[in-house]
């Protein structure tokens, strides 16, 4: 009977744990695949493109317009992509490249220009990522704004055949958007 006890307890507790949010990732050292990964995306620079939500099947709430990423500021290591929804334009997705890493953020702005109070959340690039894809966890930033954040992944990849760039949120490690962006049509 201790056995069993035992074994009943080791396997809740494997459960438990098995649905506590990634950790986020701490700044540390560029990897070659982010490096890659950004210059992929760089390659986009200078155009705009049209996507469409893929998942969930029907868009949600504030995500039914037409999107559009356009790939304006581009230096050397930084990149901003605003993002539009039908006539929002307050969200921009801000990549920085920098010996520390790869750094993923949302910036979102009003009308006027200044910032939302919902901003500046995403997080670094975790050791998931390959040339193609980075996942960015939230940071501790993030969580200090809106605790329920913790639980949240970023993911920005562009396909090996340069013809989508995508980008989805996890929550709980399971996909709860995405939304994908045609790059064989610039508009």
């Not at 459960?15 to 990897?31: G, K, R, V």
């Not at 894809?133 to 200090?144: H, K, N, W």
């Not at 913790?150 to 562009?158: G, L, N």
Request: charged share 20%; proline share 6%; net charge negative.
């Amino acid at each position: 009977m201790k056995t069993i006890l035992t074994i009943l307890v080791f396997s809740i507790t494997g459960l438990i744990s098995s649905f506590q949010p990634a950790q986020p990732a701490q700044p540390d050292t560029l990897t070659y695949e982010q490096r890659q990964f950004f210059q992929a995306m760089q390659a986009l620079c200078g155009n705009s493109y049209s996507g469409e939500v893929v998942f969930p099947e029907e868009a949600p709430q504030g995500f039914t317009d037409p999107l559009v990423a356009h790939f304006t500021i581009c230096e050397d290591n930084e990149l901003h992509i605003p993002f539009h929804v039908g006539e929002n334009t307050s969200r921009t997705w801000m990549f920085t490249l920098s010996d520390e890493g790869l750094l993923f953020k949302h910036d979102h702005r009003h009308p006027d220009g200044t910032p939302e109070r919902m901003t500046n959340y995403g997080g670094w690039g975790d050791d998931r990522g390959d040339e193609f894809g980075q996942y960015f966890p939230a940071d501790e930033e993030t969580i200090a704004l809106r605790d329920n954040l913790r639980s949240h992944i970023w993911k920005a990849e562009v396909s090996d055949d340069m013809t989508t760039f995508s980008y989805s949120l996890y929550i709980w490690e399971n996909l709860y958007f995405r939304a994908d962006f045609d790059l064989t049509n610039p508009i």
